[in-house]
C-alpha cells in the first residue's frame, strides 16, 4: 500500500502540472527535477490518483476487509470531494464517454492555441472523452504545448487545422459562400472570412460533418461568435429562437439561468420556448426540471408589460409542457422558496425550489447570473450552453477555466449523442 502510494506521487511529479498548480504557481516553470520532485499540495489530482491505488493494493494484498468491487464508481465518487461541478456532471460524463467507445465524438475548438484548452484537451483525453481537433498555429501551440508540460502530440492525440495553410482552405470558403452568396458575400469577402475567424472555419467543419460539436468564445465577444453560428449552422429544425443557460452550485441550491446572452427583450412565446429548451438540458444533468418565471411581480401584483409577459410565458409553457412543474410570474425570493410562494398563492404549481429561473430579459439573466457566480457560487459554474442550434455548438466566455472547458467539451459530447439518437 506503501508502494501504491508512492508510486502514484511519483507518477504525478512527472507528469504535467495541473492547472489548478499552474494558477497557484502562476509564473514558475515546474518540471520534473533536481527543484521538483513530488507534487505540490494544491494538486487536486492526488486524491483522485493516490485513494484509487491505495485501495487496489488493500484489495490486491488482501489486507482490505471489505474492498471496493467498482474502482470507476469510486473515482467518480471522488471527484466531488475535488471538483464542485463534479455531482452535477457525473450524468453529463457518463453519457458523453458512452457515446465516445461507440464511435469517436470529434469536438472542434476553435482557439486551439490557448493554453485553457491545451490543458483541457489533456484531461478531456486521460478521460476517454472526446477526439479533439484543434484549430492553430502548429508552431505556436508546439511550443504552448512544450511550456506547458503537456503529453499532448499533434496528429498522435489530436488533428491540427492551420488557419494559414490548410487545404480544405477552398473548400471551406466555397461552403461559407453558398451560405451568404445572397447576403452581399463575394467569394473574395468569403476567403477573407474564413482567413480571419477560427470560429468560421469551426462552424464550417461543424457544418460538413467533419466534426460532432465545436467549443469557441474563449477570446473575443460573444455576439460575434454568435453571429457566424447563426450563419453557418443556423436554429434547430422546429425552433423558432436560440437561447443561453448557465449553471451555478450555490450553497444551498443548484440553479440554471436563461437566458444570459443572446436575446434582449424575448417575448413570451419565445420565452416559453426557451424554458422548453432550457428543460430538456435540464434533465441532461439528472435533474427534474422545476421552472420559475422571474419578474418584479408576483401572481399579479403588477399589470406592466413586462409582468404581463412573463404571466403569458407562464401559460404558454404549461400548454407546451404541462409535464413540467413551473409557476410565475413570481420574485427572485418565491422561485427559491415554497414558504413565500404559499403566502401569496396557496394552491401555487411549483413544489419546493424551482431549479430553472427564465428571466424576462439579457439584462437581468445576465445580472442575476454575474452577481450570483461571485457571491454565491466562487465562480463555480457550467456553461454558457448554447440552446437551439443546428448542432451541437456552446460560446464560452473569456473568463472560462481549464475545468469549465472540459465540463463544456462533456455537455457538446452529449449533446452529440442525442443528435446521433435523432437521426
Given amino acids: 500500500m506503501k508502494l501504491a502510494c508512492v508510486r502514484e506521487i511519483a507518477d504525478l511529479a512527472k507528469a504535467e502540472i495541473s492547472d489548478e498548480v ?5 509564473g514558475q516553470e515546474l518540471k520534473f527535477g533536481p527543484d521538483y520532485l513530488i507534487p505540490k499540495p494544491f494538486d487536486a489530482r492526488l486524491i483522485l490518483r493516490i485513494a484509487p491505488a491505495v485501495a487496489q493494493a488493500a484489495a490486491d494484498s488482501g489486507v482490505a476487509t471489505r474492498p471496493i468491487t467498482d474502482l470507476e464508481a469510486y473515482r467518480a465518487s471522488l471527484q466531488r470531494h475535488v471538483y464542485q461541478t463534479g455531482m452535477l ?12 467507445a461507440r464511435q469517436p465524438a470529434r469536438v472542434v475548438y476553435a482557439e486551439g492555441e490557448d493554453e485553457r484548452v491545451l490543458r483541457a ?3 478531456v ?3 476517454k472523452m472526446a477526439q479533439p481537433i484543434l484549430i492553430g498555429r ?10 506547458a508540460g503537456l503529453r499532448l ?11 494559414e495553410n490548410d487545404p480544405r482552405f477552398r473548400a471551406y470558403w466555397e461552403t461559407y459562400h453558398q451560405l451568404m452568396g445572397r447576403e452581399g458575400v463575394t467569394p473574395e469577402a468569403a476567403k477573407a472570412a474564413v482567413r480571419r475567424s477560427n470560429t468560421l472555419i469551426a462552424s464550417l467543419m461543424v457544418k460538413r460533418g467533419e466534426a460532432h460539436a465545436m467549443l469557441c468564445g474563449l477570446v473575443g465577444r460573444y455576439d460575434a461568435h454568435l453571429d457566424h453560428v447563426r450563419t453557418v449552422i443556423g436554429q434547430r429544425e422546429g425552433t423558432h429562437v436560440m437561447a443561453a443557460m448557465n449553471a451555478l452550485m450555490l450553497d444551498q441550491f443548484t440553479v440554471f439561468i436563461t437566458d444570459t446572452f443572446v436575446n434582449e427583450q424575448p417575448s413570451a412565446e419565445e420565452l416559453s420556448e426557451i424554458a422548453q429548451m432550457a428543460a430538456a438540458e435540464v434533465r441532461r444533468f439528472g435533474l427534474p426540471p422545476k421552472v420559475g418565471f422571474l419578474s418584479h411581480s408576483i401572481y399579479g401584483s403588477s399589470n406592466r408589460p413586462s409582468a404581463r409577459r412573463m404571466r403569458q410565458a407562464r401559460d404558454l409553457f404549461v400548454q407546451a409542457a404541462p409535464d413540467i412543474e413551473c409557476d410565475g410570474e413570481m420574485h427572485g425570493d418565491a422561485a427559491l422558496s415554497e414558504t413565500v410562494r404559499r403566502s401569496y398563492l396557496p394552491d401555487t404549481t411549483l413544489s419546493g425550489s424551482a431549479n430553472l429561473l427564465v428571466l424576462p430579459n439579457i ?7 454575474n452577481v450570483l457566480k461571485e457571491a454565491g457560487s466562487r465562480g463555480v459554474t457550467v456553461g454558457p450552453m448554447l440552446l437551439g442550434a443546428a448542432a451541437p455548438v456552446h460560446i464560452l466566455t473569456p473568463s472560462s477555466t481549464v475545468r469549465r472547458v472540459v465540463n463544456m467539451t462533456a455537455v457538446a459530447v452529449a449533446d452529440a449523442a442525442d443528435v446521433a439518437a435523432r437521426t
Avoid: S, T, W
Avoid at 502548429?138 to 511550456?147: G, K
Fill in 153 to 163: 502530440q499533434a496528429g498522435r492525440d489530436f488533428e491540427l487545422v492551420d488557419p
Fill in 363 to 369: 439584462d437581468a439573466a445576465n445580472i442575476l447570473f
Fill in 125 to 127: 483525453l486521460d478521460e
Fill in 89 to 100: 456532471m457525473r450524468p453529463v460524463f457518463a453519457a458523453a464517454k458512452a457515446f465516445h
Fill in 22 to 26: 499552474a494558477a497557484a504557481y502562476a
Fill in 138 to 147: 502548429p508552431e505556436v501551440v508546439r511550443m504552448r504545448i512544450e511550456r
Fill in 121 to 123: 484537451v489533456q484531461v
